[in-house]
């Protein structure tokens, strides 16, 4: 039950698109098309963005976009705004029924 | 409007035990797997513990099992976390989520606001 491995940071100026990466192994983001992804502002409660790899939750902006190939899970910012800098956190089902958070990642708006 | 309140934080000593309560409120509390997750002074989020709808499936992470115990009162609309034995690395906000009925999966659309556990003699 190893944390998913994440970038510490990744940073963009407003406008641009950032790529998160999410990397798993074959029990958990490999086998399951159960991968979610969390902005976590500090000092407020995580929000999910994406859920079942690529689904948004309703009022979710459709800037963020999820995707999966193989081990990595990927989540997309399009037309990065200010408000997008938080920690960004990836979480998978693993086997045995539990589950596994990432490192989680800076987004930092340059 | 759903809600989760989060109670029973506090400072404990190395060794002393805590229950913490998650209160629910705007929702169908019985239909959704409910879990814990806790987020370490600087660190990232760590799932914990989840429960069935009806109480009988829970699952934990190994660092805890054998310690901590989920549980749920589907009358009182709570969900609770028992820990005992507790060391300095279980320091940390607890927080309650509630999962999405489907799909299953580390889906929280909803969180508690979050209760501090410090571990310290």
């Known amino acids: 039950q190893s944390a998913l491995t994440q970038p510490a940071s990744v940073s963009g100026s407003p406008g641009q698109s950032i790529t998160i990466s999410c990397i798993g192994t074959s029990t958990d983001v490999g086998s399951y098309n159960s991968v979610s992804w969390y902005q976590h502002h500090p000092g407020k409660v995580p929000k999910l963005v994406i859920y079942?790899?690529?689904n948004r939750p309703s009022g979710v902006s459709n800037r963020f976009s999820g995707s999966k190939s193989g081990y990595t899970a990927s989540l997309t910012i399009s037309g990065l705004q200010t408000d997008d800098e938080a920690d960004y956190f990836c979480a998978s089902y693993a086997s045995s029924n539990v589950f596994v958070f990432g490192s989680g990642t800076t987004v930092t708006v340059l | 409007e759903v809600q989760l309140v989060v109670s029973g934080g506090g400072l404990v000593q190395p060794g002393g035990s805590l229950r913490l309560s998650c209160a629910a409120s705007?929702?169908?509390?019985?239909?959704?797997?409910m879990s814990w997750v806790r987020q370490a002074p600087g660190k990232g989020l760590e799932w914990v513990a989840n429960i069935g709808q009806d109480g009988t499936v829970k699952n934990y992470v190994d660092s805890v099992k054998g310690r901590f115990t989920i549980s749920r009162d589907n009358a009182k609309n709570s969900l609770y976390l028992e820990i005992n034995n507790l060391r300095a690395e279980d320091t940390a906000l607890y927080y309650c989520?509630?999962?999405?009925?489907?799909?299953?999966?580390?889906?929280?659309?909803?969180w508690g606001q979050g209760t501090l556990v410090t571990v310290s003699s």
């Open positions: 705007g929702f169908t509390f019985s239909s959704h797997w």
């Open positions: 989520g509630r999962q999405l009925i489907s799909p299953l999966g580390p889906n929280f659309d909803y």
């Open positions: 079942g790899v690529t």
